[in-house]
Nanobody, 123 residues
Framework: QVQLVESGGGLVQAGGSLRLSCAAS????????VGWFRQAPGKEREFVAG????????YYADSVKGRFTISRDNAKNTVSLQMDSLKPEDTAVYYC????????????????WGQGTQVTVSS
């Protein structure tokens, strides 16, 4: 079983950047496909980005395509989300999640979740 811990959230002005990290422990992250999700107050959890176990396949929500980049460093046991050109509507708690093979948008298919990290983008 893998444990996930997110870090890197914070307060940033619109147009700025943040880099989120998802650190895995208990098992190597290379055993898992990983997704990033976010949830704003009063809204449903939504898919942001996903990456396959090998890192060769990546997926993005239309709302972040071209601005966010997901990557993984299996040697460091981490998955990162580089967020550029941030907008106020990106404000949310961001979660990383893992499962054996699936890296798509259906959050119910992910078995393991981190505790989340807050991202706030001011206008």
């Amino acid at each position: 079983q893998v444990q996930l811990v997110e870090s890197g959230g914070g307060l940033v002005q619109a147009g700025g950047s943040l880099r989120l990290s998802c650190a895995a422990s208990g098992r190597t992250v290379s055993s898992y496909a990983v997704g990033w999700f976010r949830q704003a107050p009063g809204k449903e959890r939504e898919f942001v980005a996903g990456i396959s176990r090998s890192g060769t396949m990546t997926y993005y929500a239309d709302s972040v395509k071209g601005r966010f980049t997901i990557s993984r460093d299996n040697a460091k046991n981490t998955v990162s989300l580089q967020m550029d050109s941030l907008k106020p509507e990106d404000t949310a708690v961001y979660y990383c999640a893992a499962n054996s093979y699936y890296s798509g948008e259906e959050f119910r298919r992910y078995n393991y979740w981190g505790q989340g990290t807050q991202v706030t983008v001011s206008s």
